[in-house]
């Protein structure tokens, strides 16, 4: 896979251009960021990184044999109260190195000497402008990997416009159909109609899932929906709505790894401080057929979903032993 590098340098200052009144998420805090000054997401100019590694915990079509070049970037345009990366999504931001353009680039071409099957940005939503300029270093010096843009569905639309010739893969979350849920647990009371939006716009660049021959993804859409206790992610309707706002061709990743961490235990009136229970999940994998949904995967629910919670003050790989815990 070839990437333009002229191509993206010029998207990356169309980009960098939209930081000094920064509309960047759809908070649109308005803020000048070049300056280092902060809006919603915590982070100014820089990009802070809380670390990069393969990862072998994705999707079974993002992850493969050798696992995704995962970059963790600090900071989040959300604020949710059960976040699993809590640490480095509302965490102390300043005790993760800022990486320049440069040394963004350098991590993508290690991470593809390493074998890894892609290039994947985690929660790159507010800080786009950053790596793209990256990747076109990277791909300047012979970065030839497919690039995942690996978000929590609450993007700007008309950023995401930009990104057709940039991001290959796209792995948004969809994590809500009540705005009333939404501002309380996320901070963000149209995430439903965002995240609707902007899943459309990603579908409509990339289109249904493409796999090479060993069922690794090339391009394509992967949409992922955490079932929530009580229902509280309103699985049936906003499912509902994927199918019929962007597409029933469109693949979802049901995920059963919901636990309660954070600040979910501050939310009584809220059944936050349980996992789902089996009729919980069953009724979000019924909410998905009878949605007309067809393609995608489902956890297993017998999977401790404490597996899942990384651990970001640990040096290198944040899953590193509930990765080999799987694994035995």
Not at 108 to 127: K, Y
Not at 219 to 232: F, K, T
Not at 240 to 267: C, G, K, W
Not at 301 to 326: C, G, I, M, T, W
Request: aromatic residues 8%.
């Amino acid at each position: 896979m070839t990437h333009d590098w002229q191509k993206l340098q010029e998207i990356a200052y169309r980009l960098t251009e939209r930081l000094k009144a920064c509309d960047i998420c759809p908070h649109r805090c308005g803020v000048n960021r070049l300056l280092g000054d902060i809006g919603h997401c915590g982070i100014g100019a820089e990009c802070r990184v809380a670390s990069w590694c393969d990862h072998h915990g994705e999707e079974p079509a993002i992850s493969g044999t050798r696992g995704s070049g995962t970059i963790f970037a600090a900071g989040c345009n959300l604020k949710c109260v059960y976040c699993q990366n809590h640490q480095i999504s509302q965490g102390e931001f300043g005790k993760y190195d800022a990486y320049s353009a440069k040394q963004l680039a350098d991590v993508m071409l290690q991470l593809q000497a390493r074998g890894c099957h892609n290039i994947n940005l985690v929660s790159p939503t507010h800080v786009v402008p950053q790596f793209v300029s990256a990747l076109a270093l990277a791909a300047r010096d012979g970065l030839n990997l497919p690039v995942v843009y690996n978000s929590n569905g609450y993007d700007n639309a008309g950023v995401l416009n930009l990104l057709d010739d940039v991001v290959d893969i796209y792995l948004p979350d969809l994590k809500y159909a009540d705005p009333v849920i939404a501002a309380e647990l996320s901070g963000a009371p149209n995430y439903p109609d965002i995240a609707i939006a902007a899943i459309g716009e990603m579908y409509r660049q990339k289109g249904a899932l493409t796999t090479d021959d060993n069922g690794i993804a090339i391009s394509g859409v992967i949409v992922r929906h955490l079932v929530l206790p009580g229902n509280l992610s309103g699985s049936r309707e906003i499912l509902s709505r994927l199918a019929t706002e962007v597409s029933p061709d469109i693949t979802v990743s049901i995920m059963a790894q919901y636990f309660p961490t954070h600040r979910a235990n501050e939310y009584k009136q809220y059944p936050l401080q349980r996992t789902i229970t089996a009729d919980e999940y069953e009724e979000a994998i019924d909410a998905f057929a009878d949605a007309g949904l067809e393609n995608g995967w489902a956890q297993e629910l017998s999977e401790a979903p404490e597996n899942y919670q990384p651990d970001f003050d640990k040096e290198e790989h944040p899953f590193e032993e509930r990765r080999v815990k799987r694994e035995e």
